[in-house]
């Protein structure tokens, strides 16, 4: 089949699927590749005896203001839903037990997770000179500006929680942008922090919270709603072989889906895969001009979810807890999904996310599952005190590509995505290949995506 469309694009998860609902709100005629057989990409939500649990992201910080749009647009097609009381503290593990992780001036200082000498420097954080390295790492400018204690048991778990890797290989402008503009800009982190809280905010930006969030029901309500507004002929489910050409002003993309060959032609190409399929996708470009963009380092993660219909372990009042380096235990961290969220449990269980592996045990994605399920057992029944060490559900997940890594290659990625724009117009690279991981930086991209196809007036 040959068909004349505006837009096309390629990958059904959160990025694709924005810019698809926006797109197609607008009028556009648009088609979403999908070499799967459901949309969603890593969001997947599973109802399983009584549990709702995750496969993929579990919380989402509800930070942008076009997150807090999308649920607007949506008008009731998806809800978003925000972490319990219960569910909004953080531990960290020390020396064989949780602590809670600081949550203000005066708990830093009264913690036993820092040193004597660290809180001093804590305290004394908005009198420190700013970097001068645009390249310093995450664990570079913690430790000037906040101590040595501070990077080990507060952002060191916080980059294993959130980036499944190691602050000395991250940037800081490319993988916490927002804590490098605060030093940047305001001169310190506490300072710039208070500062930026009493600025002047369009009436968008002052919902978009920060809150910890999901979707009343699971995440993938939120893809499932959009995939529905965007129209089940327009997405193109176990799309294979998948081939490209740049021809004039076209896109020509040529694919087969359950036994038919399409050939649609458009004027936009929006990919939303990961780095790693890029090269199989856009063969019209030269391998060197790709390879900084494709060679991006993914974090391998197992999520293992284990549900209890009887939690008899110590109570989870948090939102989870996360495992330092230095404490040197098999698991990164683990999340109390029933604590943050209401009914992913019957009354009186619990349901818990584990994740391993990650950039600092790589190893661990070659272990057989019950080694894996082993390991978490016995991880759940030494730091959370759960006897019955057979739950009630346990599904183990794996992600080859799971996290980029935003380390010192990134300015040479970004620089050839933008070569590859420039020299392709109505070429947009998208997906987590940049502009940030989680899921509202994704909804982000998607979004501004949408918008940048939308106001361009001549093609
Ligand atoms: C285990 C895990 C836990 C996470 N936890 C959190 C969290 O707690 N909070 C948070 O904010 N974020 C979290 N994230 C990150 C967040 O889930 C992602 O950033 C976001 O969902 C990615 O959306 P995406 O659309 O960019 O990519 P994806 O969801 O990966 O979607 C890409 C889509 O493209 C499709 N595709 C790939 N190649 C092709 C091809 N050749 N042809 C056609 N289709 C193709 C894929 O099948 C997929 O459907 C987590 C991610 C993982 C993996």
Known sequence: MNTNIDITIIGSGLTGLTAAFYLKKAGKKIAVLEKNDRTGGVIQTIRKDGFIYEAGPNTGVYSTFELVRLFDDLDGLAIPEFANQKGKQRWIWKSGKWHALPSGLISAVSTPLFTPKDKFRILAEPFRKRGTNPDETVAGLVKRRMGKSYLDYAVDPFISGIYAGYPDQLITRYALPKLYRLEQNYGSFIGGSIKKRKEPKDELTKRATREVFSVKGGLQKLTDAMAGVTGS???????????????????????????????????????????????????????????????????????????????????????????????????????????????????????????????????????????????????????????????????????????????????????????????????????????????????????????????????
Request: proline letters at 4%.
């Open 233 to 459: 002929e327009n997405i193109y489910l176990n799309a294979s072989e998948i081939k490209i050409d740049h021809a004039d002003t076209n896109y020509v993309t040529s694919f087969s889906a359950h036994n038919r060959e399409y050939s649609l032609h458009s004027k936009y190409l929006v990919t939303a895969t990961g780095a790693k399929e890029l090269k199989g996708i856009l063969k019209f470009i030269e391998e060197d001009e790709l390879k900084p963009v494709e060679t991006l380092p993914y974090a391998k993660v197992i999520q293992v979810v284990a549900g209890y219909r009887k939690w008899n372990g110590i109570p989870l009042d948090a939102f989870g807890g996360l495992v330092p380096s230095k404490e040197k235990r098999k698991v990164l961290g683990v999340l109390f999904t029933s604590s943050i969220f209401n009914n992913r449990a019957p009354e009186g269980g619990a349901v818990l996310s584990v994740f391993l592996g990650g950039i600092k045990h790589p190893e661990l994605f070659e272990k057989e599952d019950d080694e894996i399920q082993k390991t978490v057992l016995n991880e759940i029944s030494e730091m959370l005190g759960q006897k019955n060490s057979n739950p009630d559900i346990l599904n183990i997940f794996r992600y080859k590509h799971a996290i980029p890594q935003y380390d010192i290659t990134s300015g040479e990625r970004l620089s050839a995505i933008s070569k590859i724009e420039s020299e392709h117009p109505g070429l947009f690279l998208g997906g987590n290949i940049r502009d940030g991981i989680g899921m509202a930086d994704r909804v982000k991209q998607g979004y501004e995506i949408a918008q940048q196809i939308l106001n361009e007036k001549n093609r």
